[in-house]
């Protein structure tokens, strides 16, 4: 009889242990589908800073050509240590000193992450991943502004010192959970992938090193044409097809999210481009293709930060806003006089501004009425206005702020200005003892 009783009992309770198990195993059940999307968006980020690489280094003289693409193969270097070391703890561990930044000691060398499935389905290893990527080409925008006449060495450790106090405390502000522009107004400070985090911090920072340390010599008297205006084009297209992974991996997803992210990412850099060439056909009669070049890369940066919010229209609309900005600002920079090489701050940095505060005029519908409803009935365009202003302000003062001190600390150091005779041989013979072609002629 006893028997009789136990024998359902035990299957009940068996049922009922496997029930539980079967919960346990969905709740952090990997989505294979979403992995394998972020695992390629991983891998289309880091291609971009081979294309940056491409990008910046047909645009110097051919005497720089090798030392220019090392400032970026240098960030995949030094930051791809820096990373799992303490930048991911930093910019995405629980906040500390007033959430200025974060830290968790389970993130320090990524060592407590080893069985973690995040709540979007994705082992954490992927994310950490992925938003190295974000770490790694965000200091190699930087060099551009500097371009021809950094010290190697100087620049390594200033990057090296610049991701883990500039870059990571603003990527914690902006994307981490307990970030304070994460929780800024009814739905944060809108920023899908990185026009605070990413352009503006890089652009402003080009800028205040292109200032500091002074002009290329015999800039703007010499004229110093591109070396390689192909492989710039080819770099432009490398960054293009790696925007997919930039702009349409940070929903983190495969959903609609994703899709909307990737299509309005085409058109905006279309619509940058197609802009630029019809100013430049109208101011100078020609369209050029480091125009082109430029006008990709401008629709591009201003669809950052708005890649999750706006239509297709309103992606038309930036890229075109953006390159009459940046196209404005690049001309003002030869009147005023500043060397700023490359424009790494025309580019990107006044198109990341212009990107992060244009967006909230074409924001969607449905985002303003979800806003509202956090916000407890009322959530109008010039309330996120406000919020998305204090992110860039906040992230431009800092970023030049702290820039500056640590360009100071680097040039006072081991120095940062590349001494005047290693400047007129050439960085890839007095940096590197190469040369990137097997040319006589080093001008």
Not at 136 to 144: D, H, M, S, V
Not at 321 to 337: D, H, M, N, Q, V
Request: aromatic share 12%; charged share 10%; hydrophobic share 50%.
């Amino acid at each position: 009889m006893r028997k009789r009783f136990l024998t359902p009992l035990l299957f009940v309770l068996a049922a009922l242990m496997f029930q539980g198990t079967a919960h346990a195993a969905e709740a952090v059940a990997t989505d294979t589908g979403t992995t394998s999307w972020m695992l390629t968006s991983t891998a289309l980020v880091l291609l971009m800073v081979p294309g940056l690489a491409m990008f910046y280094g047909g645009l110097v003289r051919t005497k720089n050509v090798i030392g220019t693409m090392m400032h970026s193969f240098a960030a995949m270097v030094i930051i791809g240590v820096l990373w799992p070391l303490v930048g991911y703890s930093l910019s995405f561990g629980t906040g500390i000193l007033g959430g200025l930044a974060g830290w968790d000691s389970k993130y320090f060398m990524l060592q407590g992450i080893d069985d973690s499935i995040m709540a979007s389905h994705i082992p954490e290893y992927v994310f950490a991943m992925f938003q190295g990527k974000f770490a790694i080409i965000t200091p190699a925008l930087i060099a551009g502004a500097f371009a021809e006449r950094v010290n190697f060495k100087g620049y390594a450790l200033f990057i090296a010192l610049w991701s883990i106090f500039v870059y990571s405390p603003i990527c914690h502000w902006v994307w981490a959970g307990d970030g304070f522009l994460f929780n800024l107004g009814a739905k944060g400070a809108i920023d899908f992938a990185g026009g605070t985090v990413v352009h503006i911090s890089s652009g402003i920072t080009g800028l205040v090193a292109a200032l500091y340390l002074g002009k290329r010599r015999g800039y703007p008297k010499n004229v110093m044409h591109p070396n390689n205006l192909v492989m710039t084009l080819t770099g432009a297209g490398l960054l293009w097809v790696g925007w997919f992974g930039f702009n349409a991996g940070s929903a983190i997803a495969s959903n609609l999210d994703t899709a909307r992210a990737l299509t309005v990412t085409q058109v905006a850099a279309a619509a940058g481009a197609f802009t630029w060439m019809m100013i430049e056909i109208f101011h100078h009669g020609k369209a050029t293709s480091l125009g082109v070049a430029s006008g990709i890369l401008a629709g591009l940066v201003a669809i950052t930060p708005a890649a999750g919010v706006v239509q297709p229209s309103g992606a038309l609309a930036l890229g075109a806003i953006a390159s009459c900005f940046c196209y404005t600002g690049i001309l003002i920079k030869g009147k005023l006089g500043y060397d700023d090489s490359l424009d790494a701050f025309g580019v990107h940095g006044i198109g990341g501004i212009v990107g992060a505060i244009f967006l909230t005029f074409f924001i969607r519908s449905s985002w303003m009425a979800e806003a509202a409803q956090k916000a407890g009935g009322s959530w109008t365009v010039i309330d996120q206005l406000g919020v998305q202003a204090t992110a860039v302000g906040v992230t431009i003062a800092y970023a030049a702020i702290v820039s500056l001190v640590l360009l100071f600390i680097v040039e006072k150091t081991i120095g940062l200005r590349i001494k005047e005779n290693d400047e007129m041989s050439g960085l890839d013979h007095s940096m590197h003892g190469e040369q990137g072609y097997g040319l006589i002629n080093l001008n």
